[in-house]
């Protein structure tokens, strides 16, 4: 599985942004889909995820700011930001996620960078 995220810059505090982040190769059988974000100094941290099905999943950080979608036939994610803050700096990284025979594979796009500043 390959991702490529698109999205992601400078932005005011109160401002947008909409992340993407596009799945190619063997795609078949990813159970999930989402965004990690990683600030300088800090651990890497869920933000929200998309299932197959549709179930979504947030941090409660990002909980009525955020919101995830999934475009099936373009096997892409959006991340939609709304009223960024400082704290939502960091570099954002999409997963896909698949299970095979009760194990977990993981894969990464490469990180983009989202800076909140004035």
């Known amino acids: 599985v390959q991702l490529q995220a698109y999205g992601g810059g400078l932005v005011q505090p109160g401002g947008s942004l909409r992340l993407s982040c596009a799945a190619s190769?063997?795609?078949?059988?990813?159970?999930?889909m989402g965004w990690y974000r990683q600030a300088p100094g800090e651990q890497r941290e869920l933000v929200a995820n998309?299932?197959?099905?549709?179930?979504?999943n947030y941090a409660d950080s990002v909980k009525g700011r955020f919101t995830i979608s999934g475009d099936n036939p373009k096997n892409t994610v959006y991340l939609q930001m709304d009223d960024l803050k400082p704290e939502d700096t960091a570099v954002y990284y999409c997963?896909?996620?698949?299970?095979?025979?009760?194990?977990?594979?993981?894969?990464w796009g490469q990180g983009t960078q989202v800076t909140v500043s004035s």
């Open positions: 997963y896909a996620r698949k299970w095979y025979l009760g194990d977990r594979y993981d894969y």
């Open positions: 998309i299932s197959s099905a549709g179930g979504t």
């Open positions: 190769g063997s795609i078949f059988g990813i159970s999930s």
